[in-house]
């Protein structure tokens, strides 16, 4: 069974038409995973026997209906910081090692009820803090395109997971660019959508104010199939937003796009910048206005991100003691009291970059520096956010690249935060805003292979040899337009067949 | 830059263990991104409100209600009690098991 190129809707014609099975599909990713994921290292938990009980369940649907919802059957990828009930959830830290989720998160209960299929659980960086994938306490992932670099973070496992088609589709989660960097970085398709367009019941809360859960896929049409599946107000998540914000039909001769000059100066890599001005040169000539628009406070985002989201995770990671769950390993030592246990439980659980965003989002809420950094970042953000309404009132949609940069290599930039934080410069602002944004794959950049940073330097091979990296676009819409991004992105397919 | 004093101080808060060796590595670090969000002084926010939430946020209230065997959730949905107390690595007729406080 070639598998290499199942989209959603693919894969729902395949089994209505009866050319497999759901439990055939189920067990030719299971077996293409078992053998190609060594070298991706995509998954933390393979879900066989759910995946395999799901799937048969599917085929008894089948044989009784001739239709069945379009997720029916349809293998996904979750990342793990999405609670599967009775499958282990680590978020990618030894602290949730051995959890075992005791619910399904309500994004999993309505794919469940679609009846797709889940696979596994992807790896994220630790508590879905960081930009490669390298912050997961297990291991790093790799990207399909060239296994010395990154697949991007925190959703990487569950990029990898789709661009190395070892998934049809997955999720992820978005908190400062953790779904459209990876997307980008593997060249598929990543959503976060509007804050409270997805209910956040179920996932290991980062920064609450931020955090969304979004569809990973090959296809945009795939990521409409998925977000119109887990979107819509949940009594469990106080906020969530029930939308029925229809959009307009898209006139190509009145769109107006919006490049703001911010996103394209310093730092900016050229190949970048060239795919990047391409793909707005290909919407100009099907029709669309291009209009330079100003976002006067975007190099305050990135300094405002580093104080809110520390700030929210510090506190949302006070939860963790290891006597709701969680174990102290270290059995020989004696622990007088439950201070030295709070000391020892975390010590032992957290990893570096976990360590070192609760250490600033506590000294920045300690007293005394309150209205020094947390209030004024809260009202930098509202002029981040103003920045954006005004811009939308002269345009209907937002241009800028996901990410800086390609790709970068696995150890390049795990020892200096700051370089690795400006990896989600472009897409940050767009948590603080609240908006929807998706990127898609709109070209390659070639680059050749080094020997140059790669921690596995015997592993290395063909140096000297060229590796083409993807480049995604970011389509930044208005509070609540999902739809009308989706129809822009898919505007670009014609043009994308770069894989 | 912060004194080892001020970061163990914040260790303490934050209810985190570190080594000697990481008190170090945390004032240089934790220095060297309080410089750079130092940026924000640029910006002018007098007459600015804060903004924590990008939407509009409402309490929600739900009734307090004593449940044993399950937790019943809005929706149909809910989360058996024995579940969450199977995860726990130490407890005592029904009770989670903690070290004492002093």
Known sequence: MELGNLTISKTHQGLIKKEFSALEVCQAYLEKLKKKDKKINAFLTVTENLAI?????????????????????????????????????????????????????TCIKKLKEAGAIILGKTNPDEFAMGSSTENSAFFPTKNPHDTERVPGGSSGGSAAAVAANLSVFALGSDTGGSIRQPASFCGIVGLKPTYGAVSRYGLIAFASSLDQIGPMTKTVEDCQIVFDIIKGKDELDSTSVESNLKSEILNLKSLKIGIPKEYFVKGIDPGVEKVIKEAIKKYEEIGAK??????????????????????????????????????????????????????????????????????????????????????????????????????????????????????????????????????????????????????????????????????????????????????????????????????????FEPFANIH | MISKQEVKHIAKLARLGLTEREIEKFQKELSKILDYIEKLKEVDISNVEPTSHSIQVENVMRSDEFQIANFKLPGNREVGAKKLMELAPETKNGYLKTKPIL
């Not at chain 1, 799937?55 to 059957?73: F, H, S, T, Y």
């Not at chain 1, 009132?393 to 150890?411: C, E, H, N, R, Y």
């Open chain 1, 290 to 491: 291009i209009e330079e628009i100003s976002l006067p406070h975007t190099e305050y985002a990135l300094p405002c991100y580093y104080i809110i989201a520390p700030s929210e995770a510090s506190a949302n990671l006070a939860r963790y003691d290891s006597i709701k769950y969680g174990e102290i390993k270290n059995k020989k030592l004696k622990i007088k009291n439950l201070f030295d246990y709070y000391l020892i439980a975390r010590e032992e659980g957290f990893g570096p970059e976990v360590r070192r965003r609760i250490m600033l989002g506590t000294y920045v809420l300690s007293a005394g520096y309150y209205e020094a950094y947390y209030l004024r970042a809260q009202k930098v953000r509202t002029l981040i956010r103003d920045d954006f309404n005004k811009a939308f009132q002269k345009v209907d949609i937002i241009f800028t690249p996901v990410s800086p940069t390609p790709a970068f290599k696995l150890g390049e930039k795990i020892d200096d935060p700051l370089s690795m934080y400006l990896s989600d410069v472009c897409t940050m602002p767009v948590n603080l805003a609240g908006l929807p944004a998706i990127s898609i794959p709109c070209g390659n950049v070639s680059t050749v292979k080094s020997q140059k940073h790669a921690p596995y330097r015997n592993e290395v091979s063909g140096a000297g040899s060229k590796v083409s990296l993807p480049i995604g676009l970011q389509i930044i819409g208005k509070p609540f337009e999902e739809e009308k991004i989706f129809e822009v992105a898919r505007l």
């Open chain 1, 53 to 105: 009980a799901q799937a048969k369940k599917v085929d008894e649907m089948l044989q009784i209906n001739r239709e069945v919802p379009l997720l029916a059957g349809i293998p996904m990828a979750v990342k793990d910081n999405i609670l599967v009930e009775d499958v282990k959830c680590t978020a990618g830290s030894k602290i949730l090692e051995n959890y075992i989720a005791p619910y399904d998160a």
